[in-house]
């Protein structure tokens, strides 16, 4: 099994090719979230056609809030966790309000081999997407913020999807505009985050001139979960793009919390065992003799 720096330049520019190709043939697209490169491995045997990383499990996995904390290293680090697994299926990363340079971030994450990533409209004391208390930054800074995250990429199918924050804030009317304004300004999707009335993605998908958009389906927000199928059927096909950003995080940390008490209590796994990976299923799942193989190889060819 090979890492990401053994992808050949092809794969690496054909990610947002296969992004792009991925949501045409499968409306509604369904992404789940992951940590590292076992969970991307875990959601690629699940049968997953694409992957997300999210900038709030970044965060939380340094005991942060999401609040706009993280930078560009940061997400970068996870990213390579992730691709260096040699995980085939594409992967949407979040990159808040772009950080520093958002040219220098669209340009390190599509040289790594990210096919999109999504910009959102917020402040950069920014706050989780179903929360109170957001601010989102004038339409002209966020068209600017687009345009010039356009301007930035190398290949044209390398996906810049726009972050709407607005609803909550500016109401309706004026979201429409701004997701009018990011689809002309080169946004190649729209996120339209936090639409509790799913009736409301006919008019994001005109706003959006017809580009694909992307309901967020997180757990305990403003929405009422549904699966692709319901939120296609419902919204008449306005919905291309369906996300799960948290949900095997969240399940993860639960776990984690019960396992953690029952050990320290028992002080010993003895009866957890049903609870634990085996090892022989990780081995399994990371391909342990195939890269027992090719380490012997490299081993053997670097003398």
């Known amino acids: 099994m090979q890492g990401s720096k053994g992808r050949t330049e092809e794969i690496r520019m054909s990610a947002g090719k296969k992004f792009r190709e991925l949501v045409k043939q499968s409306p509604p697209l369904h992404i789940v979230g992951v940590a590292d490169g076992s969970d991307a491995l875990e959601a690629e045997r699940a049968g997953f056609k694409a992957i997300y990383a999210s900038g709030s499990q970044i965060a939380a996995s340094r005991g942060w809030a999401d609040i706009g904390r993280i930078e560009l290293h940061h997400v970068v680090g996870n990213v390579q966790r992730i691709l260096d697994s040699g995980v085939k299926l594409p992967l949407l990363v979040d990159i808040d309000t772009g950080f520093d340079d958002v040219a220098e971030t669209i340009q390190t994450l599509e040289k790594m081999g990210v096919a999109a990533v999504h910009l959102e409209d917020q402040e950069d004391l920014k706050s989780c997407g179903h929360l109170p208390g957001k601010h989102v930054v004038s339409i002209e800074a966020a068209v600017a913020r687009i345009a010039k995250a356009v301007k930035a990429k190398k290949s044209a199918d390398f996906v810049i999807m726009a972050r709407t924050d607005a609803l909550a804030v500016e109401g309706m009317e004026k979201t429409l505009e701004r997701i009018k304004a990011y689809a002309a300004a080169g946004a190649d999707m729209i996120f339209a985050e936090a639409f ?28 009422a979960l549904k699966t692709p199928k319901e939120i296609f059927d419902e919204t008449n096909g306005a919905v291309d793009i369906v996300l799960n950003p948290l949900t095997v995080y969240r399940a993860q940390r639960h776990t984690a919390a019960e396992m953690y008490r029952e050990l320290h209590a028992k002080g010993t796994q003895r009866g957890m065992e049903p609870k634990l990976q085996t090892r022989e299923d990780f081995q399994k799942l990371i391909d342990y003799p195939a890269q027992v193989k090719g380490r012997a190889e490299a081993l053997k060819k670097n003398g």
């Open 196 to 223: 509790p009335d799913l009736s409301s993605y006919a008019a994001v998908k005109k706003a959006a001139g017809g580009k694909p958009v992307l309901a967020n389906m997180t757990e305990f927000g403003k929405v």
